[in-house]
């Protein structure tokens, strides 16, 4: 475990390292009151290293500091953006992806560009916010392939496939605490889709 500097105070970083030479850094953020121990996260983790991925499950500093409620999201991609950085300088070989649940799939769509990421994970991505917006354009801003695994069943919306973005429903809600399985699968089907040629 790292604990990394940022401006808005320490973030925590697990790594998760895979034999042999690294194919890239997988970096990826947790959802706006939870960690980094949720079954989705987890099973994107072990999708990371099983094809040949360092992995970074990112806490954000207000986690970091003990408190449940994010800042507004302008300040954790502060801090998301200084993390990436720092390990990006770190492992500086391979491919770049990102990305996150929820909040933090938000946060890695919204500074994909800004960190060079060649691609974008999001879990349980929430389309439509509690206040009714649609989030639908922080999806089509990101110029490089996307994969989102979203719960049929989600409450905040199901995000439409498009061209560089793939969408991959599952059972269940937001939480996607069910088909760990089905979601290994696809993010490790994924992975290797971008290691092929582009």
Do not use: N
Request: glycine letters at 16%; hydrophobic letters at 45%; aromatic letters at 4%.
């Amino acid at each position: 475990m790292l604990e990394l500097p940022t401006a808005k105070g320490p973030a925590r970083v697990h790594l998760a390292r895979p034999d042999g030479t690294a194919a890239g850094l997988l970096v990826l953020g947790h959802g706006a009151g939870g960690g980094v121990d949720t079954p989705d996260l987890g099973a994107a983790c072990r999708a990371g290293v099983a094809t040949g991925f360092v992995v970074a499950l990112v806490e954000q500093p207000y986690r970091v500091a003990g408190r449940k409620a994010p800042p507004p999201i302008a300040a954790a991609e502060v801090a998301w953006v200084s993390v990436v950085g720092q390990l990006r300088a770190a492992s500086p070989g391979g491919l770049l992806v990102v990305g996150g649940r929820s909040f933090g799939g938000r946060v890695a769509c919204r500074t994909s560009s800004q960190v060079g990421a060649d691609a974008v994970l999001c879990l349980a991505f929430p389309l439509v916010a509690p206040s009714g917006s649609d989030r639908t354009g922080e999806l089509e801003g990101v110029a490089v392939p996307v994969l989102v695994i979203q719960g049929r069943s989600d409450p905040f919306g199901m995000p439409g496939g498009a061209p560089g973005r793939e969408v991959v429903a599952v059972e269940g809600g937001h939480s996607l605490r069910k088909g760990e399985g089905v979601i290994e699968a696809a993010v490790a089907t994924w992975l290797r889709s971008l290691k092929g040629p582009r």
